[in-house]
T-cell receptor, first 113, second 115 residues
Framework: DTAVSQTPKYLVTQMGNDKSIKCEQN?????MYWYKQDSKKFLKIMFS???????INETVPNRFSPKSPDKAHLNLHINSLELGDSAVYFC????????????FGQGTRLTVV | LAKTTQPISMDSYEGQEVNITCSHN???????ITWYQQFPSQGPRFIIQ???TKVTNEVASLFIPADRKSSTLSLPRVSLSDTAVYYC????????????????FGQGTTLQVKP
């Protein structure tokens, strides 16, 4: 079983659309993250949730809204997509108190056209 | 959070030992040092983590001097499949009560292993 799984793996959509990326982890971890990796390969944290509570919200446009229905899921909803949102989005999870050891999903390559 | 500096790229040949050094001059007392590996089209994968001295696992060794201002990831006898980007991270542990524990990735070191 995949530890951290995200869907979809690829997402191509037009500007202005609203889309969601789903993430699930079966590791029993308390903390989940969303990262964005741009074309220059920089990995930048967007959000962090711990036990369904928002812990970290970096400088991200409010078009991005994470939702954590339970500890095992952290979904990312993006409104009014823009060209600059094109990137690979990674979901990750880690155990509380071991925040620097994280397990990442395979990524979702979002292309906005 | 401590900033890390590592070489942008390195080349090696199969069978060689590769050492990638990371500088983190502003490391804090509570910070751990962690290395991740990322293959193309995949998410980063945890390699090793340490606080001080030397840590070894089945994949790599991590050398941390006493002042902890730098660390060196050592990959023994690399193969072509070790071609990847290697990230050095320094960060504190999330204690459940403050906005800490996030992973800050630098630009990484692209290791190219040649036959």
């Amino acid at each position: 079983d995949t530890a951290v799984s995200q869907t979809p793996k690829y997402l191509v959509t037009q500007m202005g659309n609203d889309k969601s990326i789903k993430c699930e982890q079966n590791l029993g971890h308390d903390t989940m993250y969303w990262y964005k990796q741009d074309s220059k390969k920089f990995l930048k944290i967007m959000f962090s949730y711990n036990n369904k509570e928002l812990i970290i919200n970096e400088t991200v446009p409010n078009r991005f809204s994470p939702k954590s229905p339970d500890k095992a899921h952290l979904n990312l909803h993006i409104n009014s997509l823009e060209l600059g949102d094109s990137a690979v989005y990674f979901c990750a999870s880690s155990q509380e108190m071991l925040g620097t050891e994280a397990f990442f999903g395979q990524g979702t390559r979002l292309t906005v056209v | 959070l401590a900033k890390t500096t590592q070489p942008i790229s390195m080349d090696s040949y199969e069978g060689q030992e590769v050492n990638i050094t990371c500088s983190h001059n502003n490391i804090a007392t509570n910070d751990y040092i962690t290395w991740y590996q990322q293959f193309p089209s995949q998410g980063p994968r945890f390699i090793i983590q340490g606080y001080k001295t030397k840590v070894t696992n089945e994949v790599a060794s991590l050398f941390i001097p006493a002042d902890r201002k730098s660390s060196t990831l050592s990959l023994p006898r690399v193969s072509l499949s070790d071609t990847a980007v290697y990230y050095c991270l320094v960060g504190d542990i999330y204690d459940g009560s403050s906005n800490t524990g996030k992973l800050i990735f630098g630009q990484g070191t692209t290791l190219q292993v040649k036959p």
